[in-house]
């Protein structure tokens, strides 16, 4: 198994504006003074042909000088609130993107003052200098570094050589809107070339790990309500899935089964277990995406769309065959999955106390790659979470997969069945297996690799294949 950490820390040169020097000529950073914002913005005006732009967010003002006279600008903000291809290129889910949008910061103008084509290769020195101070820069104006830049260049106008000469990376291109009002974009007919960087090595990882390191804490943000865990496609497809499962309740009903297990699904994917989040998740939909799930419009309103309230997830969620409903919504994440992800993580969570459902998750973002169902009805096949993980288990193949579980699945049967389906298994160890448990804390073995605590009592675990 390979492991990757993110790697942080603040340089710990004194120095105010850090320098690099080319040939028999030096460049120094700084970030811009208050003072000097005015004549900053005015040279952008005067020289830039997109002029100084609108601060907006966490905003950023750099100078570059040699020998004390400015020789370029620059200027970092927010970015993008969503990119495809950047957004696919980290590998993050909605909710973890607006979670942590902010440690992506945006080279918004960048902008030469010495004469056009005087000095060749001065715009990727400076870049140079710039990206390795930027994150230091960000942390010292705002409290958290970043871990990615991203920045656009317009194919008919720039080649953008001086960024892949800095080691920017071109992973596609924007879709070609223009954010109008706080909520909707307009078509420009001018799609961009998008380009991005690491500032830490393994920062990607980072954006889309389960953990960060403290220093980048502070540019977390809390989901706002209506963030979606699915796209639109995706969720079109799942509801048309989902209507094909029998409703219990007979078919005089406002609420369609099809638009309310979506809403159960997709509420799941997004961390709600009880009923009634699942009921407050649904009330955070806009309009427009209730219109999409096909829910009913509210009589006498014509943009108005009602969803469910706790009466009918209730209704459904207790009288529903859940069997069904997860081998629906198992197939459905597996032809979603593209391809799977190297570590997943099993664990079960109910539904108040009626219906649950056992998860086999991707690590890093939590999203499902199979489940099955538990409930705790006395006398069911389901009411024990072993019985319900052989049947996920028997389900998709996991070649090359890294299953890990609690103490509830230390059993010989979980990990025979993983190996039978080509994964490996990290199961932890405790005092259900009592013999097991006391040989391994008889063998003499260093402290673990993740917790490296070897003087404190710690539970064991066992890794096989």
């Not at 943000?221 to 899935?241: C, D, I």
């Not at 069911?380 to 299953?403: C, F, H, M, V, Y």
Request: proline share 6%; aromatic share 8%.
């Amino acid at each position: 198994m390979r492991f990757g950490f993110c790697l942080g820390g603040m340089n710990s040169e004194p120095d105010e504006a850090k320098s690099a020097k080319t040939g028999d000529r030096q460049l120094q950073v700084r970030v811009a003074t208050t003072d000097e914002q005015e004549w900053f913005d005015q040279q952008l005006r005067e020289k830039h042909y997109l002029g100084p732009g609108q601060p907006v967010g966490d905003y950023l003002r750099q100078v570059v000088e040699r020998g004390g006279q400015a020789v370029a600008l620059l200027v970092w903000g927010p970015a993008s609130y969503a990119l495809k291809d950047r957004d696919l290129w980290i590998g993050w889910s909605a909710t973890t993107r607006v979670e942590r949008l902010s440690l992506i910061v945006q080279n918004r103008r960048f902008l030469l003052l010495t004469p056009k084509g005087s000095e060749p290769n001065l715009a990727s020195q400076v870049l140079g200098l710039v990206l390795r101070e930027l994150a230091g820069h960000w942390h010292g104006e705002f409290g958290y570094t970043p871990l990615l830049a991203e920045t656009f260049t317009d194919p008919e106008c720039f080649e953008g050589t001086c960024y892949k000469a800095s080691n920017w990376t071109a992973v596609g291109t924007s879709a070609g809107y223009s954010r109008h009002r706080a909520d909707f974009y307009v078509a420009n007919d001018s799609p961009k070339k998008l380009w991005v960087r690491e500032l830490r090595a393994g920062a990607r990882g980072c954006l889309r790990g389960a953990d960060l390191a403290e220093e980048h804490r502070g540019g977390l943000r809390a989901a706002p309500s209506g963030t979606m865990p699915l796209r639109v496609a995706q969720m079109g497809s799942l509801l048309e899935l989902l209507r094909t499962v029998p409703d219990p309740r007979g078919a005089n009903t406002t609420f369609r089964i099809g638009p309310v297990l979506t809403l159960v699904a997709m509420a799941l994917m997004a961390g709600r277990r009880e009923i009634a989040e699942i009921a407050r998740f649904a009330t955070t939909l806009s309009q427009a995406q209730r219109r999409a799930l096909c829910l009913p419009r509210k009589a006498g309103t014509k943009a108005f769309w009602s969803v469910p309230g706790y009466g009918v997830f209730y209704q459904v969620l207790t009288r529903l065959d859940p069997t069904c409903f997860a081998e629906k919504l198992s197939g459905w994440l597996a032809a979603q999955a593209g391809t799977l992800p190297l570590a997943l993580a099993m664990d079960g969570k109910m539904i108040r106390n009626q219906v649950g459902l056992l998860t086999l998750a991707d690590h890093e973002d939590g999203t499902p790659y199979t489940v099955a169902v538990i409930d705790q009805k006395e006398g069911t096949a389901r009411s024990e979470q072993p019985s319900a993980t052989q049947a996920i288990l028997n389900g998709p193949a996991l070649d090359e997969k890294l299953i890990t579980a609690d103490a509830l699945h230390c059993q010989k049967d979980t990990a025979r069945a993983i190996v039978e389906r080509g994964g490996d298994y990290l199961l932890q160890l405790k005092g259900n297996q009592p013999k097991m448990h006391a040989c391994a804390q008889a063998c003499d073995l260093p402290g673990s690799p993740f917790l490296p605590t070897p003087n404190q009592d710690m539970d064991a675990s066992t890794g096989g294949s």
